[in-house]
């Protein structure tokens, strides 16, 4: 084996010599650093063959692991092979940054869930892969949603059609406040109930029909205008 000179630092890991053995101190628990009786887990440090032997939570931010050298009379076969350098400590850095970012991002995410529900199916299918955010979920959620808007405008709209009178009388009072809003926009206000109807319909059919990310808000008036199946208006089967 080589003679390196320890203590030696390996990323932001620091290797120390204890006797014939190597004591790597890492803030990382490596789940494939594994302990095992049989079939040894085996390091390479700069050449040297060792085997993994320990393992040890030694402080709050610091975990140990005890090599021994393999014994070249060793007839065992190996089981796990690690070739522990600066680029495994840098490529393990990175994925543990990315973890914790994508954990971060994800409480978020989770906490927007309803509104995730309404965006294009593309988007949540990409944030479910990347985030664990279920599309069909969020979308059942928007959709709820979106079924209470729907009874409240129309609500609105069946209260101030025959509110009128009270309009009327709250405006010469001066409230500022003109209720009749809906009766003079009556035909835009039926308009726009259609289409949150059909709206409403269409995204429910789609959740029905089992699809992994079903249909975000108004999505399908986007596949009528650019449908992926020219024989198809819809586009979505």
């Known amino acids: ?24 101190c890492s803030k990382a628990d490596m789940d494939e650093w594994e302990v095992q009786e049989k079939r040894k887990t085996v390091i390479y440090i700069n050449n040297e063959v060792w085997c993994l032997v320990g393992k040890q939570f030694y402080t709050k931010n610091e975990v140990r692991y005890l090599l021994e050298p393999w014994p070249d009379a060793m007839r ?7 070739r522990y350098g600066e680029k495994y400590v840098k490529s ?18 989770y906490l927007l869930t309803p509104l995730i529900g309404f965006l294009p199916s593309p988007v949540k299918t990409k944030i479910e892969a990347d985030f664990g955010i279920p599309a069909r979920s ?12 729907f009874f409240a405008l129309g609500a609105l709209i069946q209260i ?11 405006s010469e009072h001066g409230s500022g406040i003109d ?11 039926i308009t726009s109930l259609l289409i949150l109807l059909s709206d409403l319909v269409l995204r429910y059919s789609s959740y029905l029909r089992d699809e992994h990310s079903p249909l975000g808000v108004f999505e399908w008036i986007w596949a009528w205008i650019y449908p992926k199946n020219p024989s198809s208006k819809i586009g979505r089967h």
Not at 76 to 82: D, F, K, Q, T, W
């Open 92 to 109: 393990r850095d990175e994925a543990l940054r990315k973890m914790m970012f994508t954990s971060r991002i994800s409480i978020v995410l």
């Open 1 to 24: 084996m080589e003679n390196n000179e320890y203590p030696l630092n390996m990323g932001d890991d620091r290797i120390l010599r204890n006797g014939e053995q190597l004591v790597v």
């Open 160 to 170: 101030f059609s025959y509110g009128g009178l009270m309009g009327q009388q709250l």
């Open 76 to 82: 065992e076969i190996p089981g796990r092979v690690i």
């Open 138 to 149: 969020a979308t059942f959620i928007s959709i709820y949603i979106e079924l209470l808007l």
């Open 179 to 189: 209720p009749t809003f809906f009766v003079k926009n009556l035909p835009f206000s």
